[in-house]
């Protein structure tokens, strides 16, 4: 049975010191299950994407890149990507609940393809829309739709609402949540540029700080 949605949009707020070191702490023992499932979406979205490339060639004759085909390969690949990244993002969301956690998980979300391909659809254009539009927007955006997917698999919300919710509630401190994601953002390219060493750890902060920490404290205490 799906979870009871907010009617309202939740108050909240949080301390991105305080966060990322809980979520530090909270990786402990499980960084090989994070890092084995985004090893997973990684090698799924190569063998997506070369396939892909077959019709959608990512380069032009005069060896140029292709930047419609780069597009049109991005949205395709979502019924095939999406849910195994919402897969990875509730596995971070169970831990937070005490839940049991299987790597298998990450498969579980394929009933729900189309409604997170929409999703993901939806929030490509709107962002790439605002970029268009000056950048600024662009970067809102993408930041405000951070729930949008976990929203969608967790209370079972249709895919505009959650959109919105998740827009509105980042809303309320989105310079903080941009600051958070900042932060994790370098904490991933530090990783890639110790030869993926530091990912061990990057990979399985971002999740858990934003979902299993931020998401379940903002959405489950509103549903208590």
């Known amino acids: 049975m799906s979870e009871k949605v907010p009617q309202n949009i939740p108050e909240y707020d949080f301390d991105i010191i305080k966060t990322l070191k ?36 990512m380069q032009n004759a005069a060896g140029q890149e292709h930047l419609l085909n ?11 990507l999406m849910p195994i990244m919402v ?24 009933h729900m393809t189309w409604t997170l391909a929409l999703a993901g659809v939806l929030i490509y254009l709107m962002t790439l829309l605002g970029i268009l539009f000056f950048i600024l927007p662009g970067i809102y955006l993408s930041v405000s739709y951070l729930f949008t997917l976990p929203l969608i698999a967790d209370k079972q919300m249709p895919v505009w609402d959650a959109m919105e919710l998740s827009r509105k509630t980042i809303t309320r401190h989105w310079f903080k949540v941009f600051g958070l994601v900042l932060i994790l953002s370098l904490l991933m390219l530090g990783g890639i540029l110790t030869f993926g060493i530091g990912l061990v750890w990057a990979v399985p902060v971002l999740f858990t700080t934003l979902y299993g920490l931020l998401y379940t404290s903002i959405f489950d205490e509103t549903n208590a």
Request: charged share 15%; glycine share 10%.
């Open 70 to 80: 780069q597009q049109i390969v991005t949205l395709l690949s979502y019924p095939v």
């Open 87 to 110: 897969g990875i993002i509730m596995l971070a969301v169970d831990d937070a609940r005490g839940k049991p956690l299987n790597i298998k998980s990450v498969f579980g979300y394929y």
């Open 22 to 57: 809980e979520g530090f702490k909270r990786i402990e023992g499980k960084k090989g299950l994070f890092v084995g499932a985004f090893l997973i979406y990684v090698a799924v979205a190569m063998a997506v994407q070369m396939v892909l490339s077959l019709f959608f060639p």
